[in-house]
C-alpha cells in the first residue's frame, strides 16, 4: 500500500495529545527541588541616578543580587551592548531592574519592602525631540527630484502607530539550575542559543557550561525573542549565587510593565503620482521610538525601511529612518517587526491617493503592483513568484471590491483593502551571518530531528517532521522532534522573522536528501540495526545571485517574499463611534502550504492580532510608564470582537524553499489596520493614527 | 500572583443570622460573595483587608420569588440565575440583558447582583438598572431589617450607606410599566468594563408618563438622571434635554475613554432611548 | 476541607482563602489548569463547579467544599473535544486550550456558532483569531 506524503496534508500535530489534556509541561508547571522564587526591584522613575538601596526588612533567608554580584559583563548581550543586567547607578527607565531578592518562602518574598531614592533627572519621552538614534537607515533609489518633476499631484500624509503588547498568554518565566560548575536553563523561550551567549557573557562561563532547555512555551510572537536573556540572566545570578534552583516567573502585570513593545512610529510620506494613478516619486521618513536600549531598535528599522514602500513599482524612491531612544521600557520584536507600522503608512496614503485622483483604490493598486521583474526600493529584481497582482485581483473579486465599494457609499458601513508583502528570512547578509545549522540523527524507529527551532503555538515540530519525512520517504510518525535543548541541538538560528520553514526547513530537507543517499536502499530501522547511529548536519548556503551591500542598502534584501491582500468590512455605529468588523477576506500567496491547516492557523491568527492593532489594543503612557498594564485595560480582542474570516492561500513555489515554501508567520499581521482604517475612510472617517478607538473616529466625525 | 494570604481570615457562619452576628461583634470583616472583583484586588497586592466573611453558603440570600407586586432578588443571585430565570425575563428584561454583558460566562457563573452593588463601581452595569427600576436594597443586622431606596443608596465614590455591620441581603422591585432599554458601551464586544452604561423604562402609554433613566460611568457614583427624566417628561426636545443631561452628568477623562467621550455619547444615547421607547 | 476533584475525594490542607488554581496545580498536582492573568479576563483558569465554568483565580478554596470540580485531566484524554481540538487546529500554542476546552465542554451538546462565539467570549486566544476553536468544537458536536 503506497505510504502517504505528509506534505500538504494535514497531518496530527506532534504535541497536539499533550495540549489538550494537560500534559503539555509549561516553566510553571515543572516541579523543582529545594528552589528559590525570585522577585525584581525594578525602577519607579524614568530617568535618575539610583542615590540609595534601602533594605527594610528582616534579611534571614533570602539571597540578593545586585550588579556587583555579576561575574561576567553587566550587559544583556544581544546587538548593541548598551543594556545592563542590572541598573548600576543609573536608571533609563520606569521598570528598569536593579536588585534581585530570592527566598523559599513566597509570602516573606511579596512582603520584602526594598526602598530606592534616586536623583531624578529630566527623562524625554518624545522620539522625535531625542538626541541619542539607535539606528539610521537611507534607501535611495533613482534620483527623488526627478521622479517629483515627473508627477501632475504631490500628496502628503502623517501617520502613526502605538505601542502593541504581544500579550502571549503564558507570561515569561524561566528556572534556573545551578549545575556542573554552571547552570542549566529552563524556560519560556524563542531562541535558545540568544540565551545561552547571554548567559555565556554575563556569568563569564564557557559555552559548555551553560546549558538552555526550551520548555513547552505558550506563546512569543517576538516578546519571547530577545527578552528572555534578560529574564533568565537573572534567574542564573540568582541560581549561581544561592546555589539553588532559582524560580522567576513574571505575573502579567509586570510582564507588561516591564517587557518588550512594538515600536510605536511616526511615518511621514510625500508621493509624487501621475493624474493616471502611476507612482513617479516615494519619499518616505520614518521614526521608530526604541525606547531606553537598542536591542533590536537597529533591525526592526531595518525591516520597516525596506517594506516601507511598499509592494509597488517605483524608480524614485528616498526613505529615511531613525530609531531613538527615549524613556521608556525598551521596545522589541513583535511578528512583523518594523513592519506592520510602516505598511500601514503606506497603505493608508495609498487610499488618500486614490481619493485626490479620483481613482479606485483597487486599479490604483492594480497600477503600481511590483510584477516579476520590476525592482523593489532596494534594487531587488522580484522573481516570477511575484503575485501582488494575483492576489490583488484574487481578493478583489472574492469580495466584490468595486460593487461594494459603490453600494456602501454614504452609508455606515465601508469596504477597504490593503496589499502587502513580508520577505523571509533574516535580511540581507543576516542569514549568512547566522550560519545556521540543522541535524538529523537516525534512531531505532526512524529519525529524530535536532534544531534550535522552537514550537511556540505555529506547528514547528509538525511542519519540520513532514518536511523530513517526505524527503526521506519514511511515514511521518517515524520523525521525532528533539527537544529544543542546547546539549543537544546546533544553533538553527533563532525562531523569528519568518524562517523557520523558509531556511531551517530547507536545512533539514538537505539532510534528509543526504541520509537518503546514505540509506540506500535501506529502512532507518534497518540501517541502524546494521550500521548503528548516523548524524547527518548541513550548514546554511546561500542560494546563487543573492546580493547585498549593507553600506548603500542596496541589493537582495530577501531570499523571497510572500504577498497578500486584505479586505475587511467595518460598520461604525453612529451612536457609540465603535467600528466593528463584520467581514475579512485574506488572499496569501506563500509558496507552499506545508501543512495548511497550520498555515490558516498562522493566517486567522495574525489577522486577528493585526485587527486587534487597528482598533482596539492602545497601550497608555503616563510617565513613561504603562498605566493600563492589566488585562481588564489592554484590550485583545475576543471571540465576539473577531469577524469571521475567509482565508485563501494561493502556492507559487520559491526555488530555494522546502517544497517551495516561503515564510507565512508574520505577514498576516502587516495588513489589517490599512485595510480596516481604509474602509473607515470609505464609511467617512478619516483617520491616520492607530488604534482607531471609538475617541478618535469620533474626533473624525465631528 | 503578588498578594498573600498569609495572616488573612475566613469567617464561615453557617446561617444569615450567624453573619449578622459576626458582622457586629468581630468587625471590621468585608463579607464574600462571588469574589469576581476582591480576588482581583487580593492578586494584585492591593486588597487591604485582612478578615472575610464568606457568604457563599447562605442560601437564604438566594432566590428570585414574586411578593405580592414586588420581584425580590436575593443578594447572592448570580448572573447566570438573573439571565435564565423566567420572572426576571418577564419583568426585568433590562436585568436580564445587564447580566448578559457583565463578563464572559465564568463570571456570570459566580458574580451576584449583591456584589456587584456591594462593590459600588461606578461603571457597575446592573447599578443603573436597579436605579431605573426604583429598586430597593434590603439590609439585614443584628439589629434588624433596613429598606433604602437605591437612588439613596450612594452618597459617594464607593461610598454608600451600609453600615460596616450591615449586610445586603436582596432587592425589591416595584412592578414595572412600559418599555425597558439597556445599553453598554464597553471597551470591546465582550468581557469588557463599561465605559458607560445606561438603563431607562418609559410607559409612554400614558399620556403623564415621565421616564426614568440612569447611567454609569459618568460620575463618582451610578446616576438617576432626574432632571433630565422631568425634561422628557414635561415634553422638551431632545435637545434640550441633552443639554440638561450635560449639567447632570460629570464624566472624567480616565484609562479607558475621555469626558468628551462619554458626554457626547450620552447624548446620542438618550437620542437612542428616545427612538426605542415607541 | 473536601473537595471532589475528578471524581476523587481530596482533602485539601490550604488556607480556605487560597485560590482553587493554586489548590489544584500545587496541592493537587493538577497543573493542566493554567494562570494567564490572575484577574478572571483571560479564562484560561477555567474548571468546572458542579458542571459550570468558573475562573478557578477568582474562587477561594472554601467555597467550593462539597462541589464537584472537573479540570482538563478530568477528560478523560479521549473526549471529543479533546480529539477534536488536535485534529482540527483548535490547540496551537496550547496555553488556553485546557480552560477553553472546559470552557466548552460546559456549553452543551450541539451548541450553535452564536452560542459558541457567546459562551468562550471569556477565554482569550492570542494565536489563533479563534475560527478553528469554533471549527473544533462544532466538530467535537458532530460525533
Redesign the interface.
Known amino acids: 500500500m503506497p505510504r502517504r506524503r505528509a506534505v500538504g496534508r494535514n497531518v496530527l500535530r506532534k504535541e497536539g495529545h499533550e495540549k489538550v489534556t494537560g500534559l503539555a509541561r509549561y516553566i510553571d508547571d515543572i516541579r523543582f527541588e529545594d528552589v528559590l522564587y525570585v522577585r525584581t526591584i525594578r525602577s519607579s522613575v524614568a530617568a535618575g541616578e539610583i542615590a540609595e538601596v534601602r533594605y527594610n526588612f528582616d534579611r534571614t533567608g533570602f539571597t540578593i543580587v545586585d550588579h556587583r554580584d555579576i561575574p561576567g559583563r553587566n550587559i544583556v548581550a544581544l546587538i548593541d551592548e548598551d543594556q545592563p543586567s542590572l541598573a548600576a547607578t543609573r536608571v533609563r527607565h520606569v521598570a528598569e531592574p536593579i536588585v534581585l531578592l530570592a527566598h523559599s518562602d513566597r509570602t516573606r518574598l511579596a512582603a520584602a519592602e526594598v526602598a530606592v531614592t534616586y536623583r531624578e533627572t529630566t527623562p524625554n519621552f518624545d522620539p522625535e525631540r531625542s538626541d541619542v538614534s539607535f539606528k539610521l537607515i537611507a534607501i535611495n533609489k533613482g534620483r527623488l527630484d526627478r521622479g517629483m518633476a515627473e508627477a501632475d499631484l504631490v500628496v502628503e500624509g502623517e501617520y502613526r502607530a502605538g505601542h502593541q503588547e504581544q500579550l502571549y498568554i503564558e507570561p515569561n518565566g524561566v528556572v534556573a539550575v545551578p549545575e556542573n560548575g554552571g547552570v542549566t536553563l529552563y524556560g519560556s523561550l524563542q531562541c535558545p542559543y540568544y540565551v545561552h551567549r547571554a548567559l555565556t557573557v554575563l556569568l563569564g562561563l564557557p559555552a559548555e557550561k551553560v546549558r538552555v532547555v526550551q520548555t513547552e512555551t505558550g506563546g512569543g510572537f517576538g516578546g519571547k525573542e530577545e527578552y528572555p536573556s534578560m529574564i533568565a540572566g537573572h534567574a542564573a545570578l540568582m541560581a549561581m549565587k544561592s546555589g539553588r534552583p532559582a524560580k522567576l516567573i513574571y505575573d502579567r502585570v509586570e510582564d507588561m510593565l516591564a517587557t518588550t513593545k512594538r515600536h510605536p512610529a511616526i511615518v511621514r510620506h510625500r508621493t509624487g503620482v501621475k493624474k493616471d494613478g502611476r507612482l513617479t516619486a516615494m519619499e518616505i521618513d520614518v521614526v521608530f521610538d526604541g525606547g531606553a536600549y537598542a536591542t533590536l531598535s537597529a533591525v526592526v528599522l531595518s525591516r520597516g525601511m525596506i517594506h516601507a514602500s511598499g509592494p509597488y513599482r517605483c524608480d524614485h524612491i528616498r526613505a529615511r529612518g531613525r530609531a531613538t531612544m527615549t524613556n521608556t521600557p525598551p521596545n522589541g520584536a513583535f511578528r512583523g517587526f518594523g513592519a506592520p507600522q510602516t505598511q500601514f503608512a503606506i497603505e493608508a496614503h495609498m487610499d488618500v491617493i486614490a481619493d485626490r485622483l479620483g481613482i479606485d483604490p483597487l486599479r490604483l493598486r492594480e497600477r503600481n503592483a511590483l510584477r516579476p521583474g520590476d525592482t523593489t526600493a532596494t534594487g531587488q529584481k522580484v522573481g516570477k513568484d511575484c503575485s501582488a497582482l494575483q492576489v490583488l485581483r484574487e481578493a478583489g473579486r472574492r469580495t466584490a471590491f468595486s460593487r461594494k465599494r459603490k453600494a456602501f457609499k454614504g452609508s455606515n458601513r465601508g469596504i477597504g483593502l490593503s496589499l502587502f508583502f513580508h520577505g523571509s528570512g533574516f535580511t540581507g547578509g543576516g542569514e549568512v551571518k547566522l550560519a545556521s545549522k540543522a541535524s538529523l540523527a537516525l534512531t531505532e524507529r526512524g529519525v529524530q530531528i535536532r534544531v534550535a527551532s522552537t514550537e511556540i503555538g505555529q506547528g514547528t515540530r509538525t511542519m519540520h517532521a513532514q518536511i523530513v519525512a517526505d524527503t526521506l520517504g519514511i511515514p511521518y510518525d517515524q520523525v521525532d522532534v528533539s527537544i529544543a535543548d542546547t546539549a543537544i541541538v546546533p544553533d538553527s538560528g533563532p525562531t523569528v522573522a519568518s524562517r523557520t520553514c523558509m531556511i531551517v526547513g530547507r536545512l533539514l530537507q538537505r539532510c534528509a536528501e543526504d541520509m537518503r543517499t546514505r540509506l540506500g536502499r535501506m529502512t532507518p530501522a534497518a540501517y541502524f540495526k546494521k550500521h548503528g547511529g548516523l548524524v547527518v548536519t548541513k550548514q546554511y548556503e546561500k542560494p546563487p545571485g543573492l546580493e547585498w551591500d549593507d553600506e548603500t542598502y542596496r541589493g537582495d534584501a530577501y531570499g523571497s517574499y510572500g504577498w497578500a491582500c486584505d479586505v475587511v468590512e467595518v460598520e461604525v455605529d453612529p451612536i457609540t463611534y465603535q467600528a466593528t468588523p463584520v467581514a475579512f477576506t485574506t488572499v496569501h500567496e506563500i509558496g507552499r502550504a506545508i501543512h495548511p491547516m497550520l498555515a490558516a492557523g498562522q493566517i486567522e491568527g495574525g489577522s486577528s492580532q493585526g485587527l486587534g492593532y487597528a482598533l482596539l489594543e492602545e497601550v497608555v503612557m503616563r510617565g513613561g510608564k504603562m498605566a493600563n498594564a492589566q488585562l481588564t485595560n489592554y484590550i485583545i480582542p475576543t471571540t465576539l470582537d473577531t469577524p469571521p474570516m475567509t482565508i485563501k492561500i494561493l502556492e507559487r513555489p520559491y526555488t530555494h524553499g522546502p517544497f517551495g515554501a516561503k515564510g507565512v508567520g508574520e505577514m498576516p499581521i502587516d495588513g489589517p489596520a490599512p485595510a480596516v482604517v481604509n474602509a473607515l475612510r470609505h464609511a467617512g472617517i478619516v483617520v491616520s493614527e492607530i488604534p482607531a478607538t471609538p475617541e478618535k473616529i469620533m474626533k473624525a466625525k465631528l | 500572583m503578588q498578594g498573600t494570604i498569609a495572616g488573612r481570615q475566613l469567617l464561615q457562619p453557617r446561617s444569615l443570622g450567624d453573619a449578622v452576628k459576626m458582622l457586629r461583634d468581630e468587625g471590621p470583616i468585608v463579607p464574600l460573595a462571588g469574589c469576581t472583583d476582591l480576588y482581583v484586588a487580593l492578586n494584585f497586592g492591593t486588597l487591604r483587608p485582612t478578615r472575610f466573611l464568606n457568604l457563599w453558603n447562605l442560601d437564604a440570600l438566594r432566590g428570585i420569588e414574586t411578593r405580592g407586586t414586588a420581584l425580590r432578588i436575593g443578594a447572592l443571585t448570580t448572573f447566570t440565575e438573573i439571565i435564565t430565570s423566567a420572572a426576571i425575563r418577564r419583568r426585568l428584561p433590562m436585568l436580564a440583558a445587564a447580566a448578559r454583558e457583565v463578563g464572559g460566562v465564568q463570571i456570570q457563573n459566580r458574580g451576584t447582583i449583591g456584589g456587584n452593588v456591594a462593590n459600588a463601581s461606578p461603571a457597575g452595569d446592573t447599578l443603573p438598572v436597579l436605579l431605573a427600576a426604583d429598586a430597593v436594597v434590603v439590609l439585614r443586622s443584628a439589629a434588624g431589617t433596613r429598606r433604602v431606596p437605591m437612588t439613596a443608596f450612594y452618597t459617594g465614590y464607593r461610598q454608600s450607606v451600609a453600615r460596616p455591620d450591615e449586610l445586603i441581603v436582596g432587592f425589591e422591585i416595584p412592578a414595572l410599566r412600559g418599555r425597558q432599554w439597556f445599553r453598554k458601551v464597553g471597551t470591546r464586544a465582550a468581557q469588557a468594563i463599561a465605559k458607560i452604561v445606561v438603563a431607562g423604562v418609559w410607559d409612554t402609554a400614558r399620556a403623564d408618563a415621565r421616564p426614568r433613566l440612569a447611567m454609569g460611568s459618568v460620575a463618582p457614583t451610578p446616576l438617576r438622571l432626574s432632571q433630565t427624566e422631568r425634561a422628557l417628561g414635561s415634553g422638551a426636545s431632545l435637545a434640550e434635554a441633552q443639554e440638561i443631561l450635560q449639567r447632570e452628568i460629570a464624566p472624567i477623562d480616565d484609562l479607558r475613554s475621555t469626558a468628551e467621550y462619554r458626554r457626547q455619547v450620552a447624548a446620542n444615547l438618550l437620542g437612542q432611548f428616545c427612538s426605542v421607547r415607541r | 476541607m473536601r473537595l471532589t476533584v475528578n471524581r476523587k475525594t481530596v482533602t485539601v490542607k490550604a ?5 482553587l488554581l ?1 489548590v489544584l ?1 500545587e496541592e493537587c498536582g ?15 483558569c ?1 474548571v468546572l ?1 458542579d458542571g ?4 478557578s ?4 478554596v ?2 467550593v467544599q462539597g462541589t464537584r470540580i472537573t ?3 478530568g ?1 478523560g ?1 479521549r473526549h471529543p ?3 477534536a ?14 480552560g477553553m ?1 472546559m ?1 466548552a465542554a ?1 456549553l452543551g451538546p450541539r451548541p450553535s456558532l452564536d452560542d ?19 471549527r473544533s468544537v462544532q466538530r467535537a458536536g458532530k460525533r
Not at chain 3, 57 to 60: A, E, G, I, N, R
Open positions: 488556607h480556605p482563602l487560597t485560590r493554586d496545580r493538577l497543573t493542566g489548569t493554567k494562570e494567564g492573568c490572575g484577574e478572571g479576563e483571560c479564562g484560561a477555567t463547579v459550570e465554568a468558573v475562573n483565580c477568582l474562587v477561594p472554601a467555597q479540570t482538563i485531566e477528560l484524554g473535544l479533546q480529539s481540538f488536535v485534529e482540527h487546529g483548535g490547540a496551537q500554542c496550547g496555553i488556553c486550550t485546557p476546552i470552557a460546559s459558541i462565539r457567546t459562551g468562550l467570549a471569556g477565554n482569550l486566544c492570542r494565536c489563533t483569531g479563534y475560527a478553528a476553536i469554533y
